[in-house]
Every structure is written in C-alpha cells, then in structure tokens.
DNA sequence: CTCCAATATGATACATGGTATCAATACGAT
DNA sequence: ATCGTATTGATACCATGTATCATATTGGAG
C-alpha cells in the first residue's frame, strides 16, 4: 500500500522510535502538516475522513495520542475545556499569546528560552526536548 | 447563606470583575487552592462534592469555565487528552517539566520570562496579564 | 432592613469526545 | 516471499461536559 518512500522529517522520526508507518499515521501527520498550527480533534477526524474514509476513529486518536506522546503535537485549550486544540511543534517549540476577551490567538518566535531551559537540564539533571509557552492576556484590539 | 467575608484575595477578584460570590464557586475555589496546584476536574467534582453534597455539577464546571476565563487557573493535558488537569496560577504565571516517560510533573520557579513578556508587550501591543510555561523531556530518573 | 431584578444555581436529560475490546490486516525485518 | 508483531477498524461503551429551565441567592437601591 505504501510505495512513497518520500516521507516527512516528522515521519522519519516515527520510524525511528520503532513504529510502524501506516496509512492511518501518515494520513493523520498530513493532515497536522497541512493544517496551519491549530486545529481541534474534530477537524482532524473530519479531514482525515475526506482523505480516506476507511481510517477509523481509533486510530486517529490512538495517533493524536502517540504524536502527542513524542512531543511532536500538543493539545492546548483555547475557548472550551471540552475539546483540545493540537498544536504543530515544528522545532521543538510553540509559543502564542491567547487573548481572554476575544480568543484570538497571536503567534510568535523568538521565545528566548534556549539559555532557561540549558539552565533547567544542568541544574536539575533533566533532558530537556520541547516547550509550550502561552502568555494571556488582551491582543492589541482589546486592549484600547 | 454567606455571613464570613474574609474572601480569599483570588475570590474579590471575581467580585471586583462583577461576578457574585456564591456557596458554589466559593467551594470551587477553595478546594483549588487547598488541592496544592495540580488537579483533575474528576477530583474537584468529587472534594466539592465531599465539602457540600448540595452543589450540582453544573456549577462546578461552570467555574472552572470562569476561573479560567480569568486565568486563575489554567487546564492542561498530561496523560490522557480525555481530562484536563487544572493548574492554578498564583502570581499569574505557572512552570513546570512534564516527563514524556514517566509522566511525573516537576515544578520550578523562577522562570526569566518577565523580559521577554514586557518586550512582546510593547513590541505587539498587547496587554499580557499570566503565562504558562511547560518542558517536556526526560526527567532526572529517566534520563539515566 | 427590606425588597427586587438580575445573576447563578441544581436537576435532569442530553451530546460529544475518547476508549476498550478483539478479530482481521498490514508493516517491515529477515 | 514469509512471518511475527504492531496496528487497525468496527462496535459498543463510558465519562466528561453542556443545554435547559424552573427555583433560589446575591447584593445593591430605596
């Protein structure tokens, strides 16, 4: 079935903690690809769905799960507590501004963080692989 | 019903946003701050439950939406992406290192980010009032 | 202090999200 | 090409969180 050996940096790294490449996995990890940042379960199931619908519900859950387990994703609240919205971490890092009047969502770079979390590994002995930083408060709209 | 008004400092900010100070979200938010920083909805329902048998679970669900909404306290996922666990946020912000392993929670202060959230601040205009702040990696046992 | 309007509540029934189970299938190492 | 093992998809299930609405509480005005 799978005859592209053409796969995402992302897939590769799948590979090689020793899982399978399926259909499911690669469908799922496009559909994040191609999604732009932000996109809540449900719409996953939905694009996934169109993308081929006899990938089930399980699996693409079970693969939310295991990309989140990997750090390569990362559920975040927005508005609701009732979904989670996943969050690509391209580099190892994610960071945004949610505004609590209007729940846009301000990305940024640059978070500055490499030298704290070099500070944490030596201090506390841990290895650090990833971050999640999000700041809250009024974007420039609400804030006038 | 309410004759004590020694109000935590966390439960006047909600009166001073307008919000009345019921028998409900006074017990939410006292089993928060006695629960020592890190707690499942599952476990708020059941030690609001335990404090007084006569609040629904509506309610409880309905503060946790306002407390963070506020940003008193912020959900987040650690194992499962089925329940989120609620972090408080005392002086407005919160750190700490997930485990990817073992999914013990390490918490730690002192997180330098008072910097970089003035800078966004007047780089974007924005008005930033709390941050969370997650690692994810290998804790100290784990990295052996 | 009393009264009142507006806000919040609790009960219930409901919707939705996520999971356990397990026989069937596909991956990928050899 | 073969085979063991990881993974899948279907289903039925459970838990979490929510809409609804009649009732009750809050807190401020008078």
Redesign the interface.
Known sequence: MLHDDNFSPRALRLREAGHKLTNARLTVLNVLETSGGHIT?AEVLERVSEADPSIGRASV?RT??LL????II????FN??LT?TYVLMPDGHHHH?V??NCNRV?E?EN???DA??HD?ETR?????????????????RC?S
């Open positions: 379960s859950f939310l799960d989140t387990s990997m750090s990362r559920p975040t609240y609701s507590s989670p501004i505004c609590t301000i940024f978070c500055g963080l704290i979390a944490l506390l002995h841990v290895k650090l692989t990833s971050h999640l930083l999000e700041f809250y408060g009024l974007c420039d804030a």
